[in-house]
């Protein structure tokens, strides 16, 4: 069984441009979850899919982080513009179950906004 | 809200020495905890999990128990090697009444084991 996939696994960007993350869960897994971790400090959750419907977006800092799931396969989270606090490495997780834990987790993408 | 208080880093050990890393937590119910390592240039990677208090989560041999009276879950191996150097980071489960399971991490810690 393939794990999960991000892409890329780094992105370098300039305040003020656009990035857009892509996680690509195990087959089969409906549930699709973001976090992140920002400048060495706790993990934190962004969001999580059910299929392509947002079960709890919650912890989407602001209205700059747009994700989406179209099809209820792989999903994208776009940073538009980005600052520089957004730098930090963002992971996708996924399960096949609702709620259920844990979570596969990805390699994550490390964001460099500069 | 829940929380999650892990030791900072970083631990620099010697191979073979003994290893702890102190995680306390805030929750209210009953929490599962888990801790999850981080290898250089990998994802991250459950390591272990205990579901209830006294719980003894173990993998690869480091060890935690749930302890509910001290709100802890202490990671520990009696004898570490070079390619444990990882970072390290202690999380419990939070359900918000919800279909949501999140995850609360901790900060992390990092190993290093020197040869």
């Known amino acids: 069984e393939a794990g999960v996939t991000q892409f890329p696994s780094h992105s370098v960007i300039e305040k003020g441009q656009t990035v857009t993350l892509r996680c690509d869960p195990i087959s089969g897994h409906d549930n699709l979850y973001w976090y992140r971790r920002v400048m060495g400090k706790e993990i934190k959750f962004l969001l999580h899919f059910v299929k392509e419907s947002k079960q709890d977006e919650s912890g989407m800092p602001n209205n700059r982080f747009l994700a989406e799931r179209t099809g209820g396969t792989y999903s994208t989270l776009k940073v538009q513009p980005a600052e520089l606090e957004d730098s930090g490495v963002y992971f996708c997780a996924s399960s096949r179950l609702a709620g259920a834990l844990p979570p596969s987790f990805g390699p994550g993408t490390r964001l460099t906004v500069l | 809200g829940n929380s999650v208080t892990q030791m900072e880093g970083p631990v620099t050990l010697s191979e073979e020495a003994f290893l702890t890393i102190n995680c306390t937590y805030t929750?209210?119910?009953?929490?599962?905890l888990f801790w999850y390592v981080q290898y250089p240039g990998e994802g991250l990677q459950l390591l272990l999990k205990?579901?209830?208090?006294?719980d003894k989560g173990s993998n690869k041999g480091f060890e935690a128990t749930y302890r509910k009276e001290t709100t802890s879950f202490h990671l520990e191996k009696g004898s570490v090697q070079v390619s444990d150097s990882a970072v390290y980071f202690c999380a419990l489960s939070e359900r918000d009444g919800g279909a949501t399971n999140k995850l609360i991490f901790g900060t992390g810690t990092l190993l290093a084991v020197q040869p």
């Open positions: 929750a209210t119910g009953y929490p599962s």
């Open positions: 205990a579901t209830k208090a006294d």
